[in-house]
């Protein structure tokens, strides 16, 4: 018992990273939103460093230059965690929900450079998509408005960047009123905006996988009375990134550009580089 114990101290005396990779490209004491308006208007005035690609990032760059459009809906499987580190919340939401991807996020196509809005810790944010899929440890996925609905785009470009100019924060109560916003939310709301509805919340007791994780709902459940305001509950509505069944990537009024393809990202694997198959949506 000794033995597995000293076995196991190692483990326990040093958690998990509980930064994704665009969380640890963040300057020490660095305060703030470093995806958000201001540091972007430093790092155009030379306040801040530009963003160094690696030969990783400039491969998915020349990929995003070439296939990803404004208004395209990018997934990925993300790694966010809590409790300093020791749960994978990423992780655990697409296993309970069945879905490939745990992380959703709008294109917008900037001065020829793809730009991704999502939300951060803090707020919304504005990244390069070959700083996004940094954040990627899994499948990564594409989908796009069909083309009888893109008309609608620039009011979906309109609200991400209506959000991020306003920094409306992060929702961790996972609400489903706009004074906070977590990333699948945006998503959706974004699309909303433009008149489009792409999925339904579904309630986190609902979800599809939900009965195979008892201890963890409820640790997450009990957890949540200490950490917010608002717990959680089993009966709360979330917006899931989702399935063929349920969540946006069910939406009809989308077509696969990507379909969830395992790209493990670094340094959780080896890089695999960029997808092969892309659709001929256009």
Known sequence: MLGLLLLAAPWFLNPPEEREMTERMVPAGYRGNYWGPQATQDRKDGRLPQISLTPQMQRWDDWGRKYLQSGDVVFRMGDARVAKGWFPMSRFLANASNSKFSHTGVVVVEDGEPMVYDTTRTSVARQPF?????DNVGNFGVKRLRPELRSKVPQV??????????????DYELGLDDEALYCIELTEKAFRHAG???SDPIKLGDMERAPEFPMQMIGIATASKWALNKPLTFEQEVWFPGNERHGIWSSPKLEVVVP???KPGYPFMADHGVPEIVSAAN
């Not at 470009?157 to 992060?170: I, R, T």
């Open 157 to 170: 470009v309109e609200y991400c960047q209506d959000v991020f100019a306003k920094q409306v924060p992060f």
């Open 196 to 198: 489009l509805k792409l």
């Open 130 to 134: 070959c700083v996004w899929i940094l």
């Open 260 to 262: 969830p393809t395992f």
